[in-house]
């Protein structure tokens, strides 16, 4: 176990017993025309971080760790997509509508892939998820548990929505969560601000929050 720099305390890495949680860098969230511009975003702003991400997904491929990705996706019937989630507000395009890179948010279309410079190597895990959090309605917990994880460490997008609400499963679940601050975004920098803190506070109430380097320090 090695300790690594972090707020609000050091974090007692274990490689072995940890993994790579890398949230919903699809092309539905990240490039223009998916779903998150369609909700009246800038998605510029979450593609700032890509850099940052590939090179600790790199750090982390070569020490050996284990990998899991993961894609906010439904089924082409849309049977897993409640109406509270594809009617709420007026979006330009709904969920299950067609786009310019195929159907918003469902699975097999090409703005639901991740994207090129993050694409999964074979072996890792990929998971689609119907909701904001990775565990809800997904096997990831018995995945982790089956292969002896009891860490995670977490990058993707957006902070405070699909980030934040796994972080939150994975603590109820006894995970200890580190989050890589300079790795994560949210289409509105005040909100992962406000989650960062929120994550760290009251002695890593949720868990733990470090710069990549700190990580890539001891990996
Ligand atoms: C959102 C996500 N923002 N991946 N999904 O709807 O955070």
Known sequence: MKPLDALPFAYPFDLAHSALLIIDMQRDFIEPGGFGESLGNDVTLLQAIVPAVAQVLDAWRRAGGMVVHTRESHRADLSDCPPAKRL????????????PMGRILVQGEPGNQIIPALAPLA?????????KGAFYATPLHALLTQAGISQIVCMGVTTEVCVQTTLREANDRGYDCLLLEDCTESYFPAFKAATLAMVRAQGAIVGWTAHSRDLLAVL
């Open 88 to 99: 709420r507000g007026s979006p330009r395009l709904r969920i299950g509508d067609d786009g």
């Open 123 to 131: 072996g890792e895990t990929v998971i689609d998820k119907p909701g």
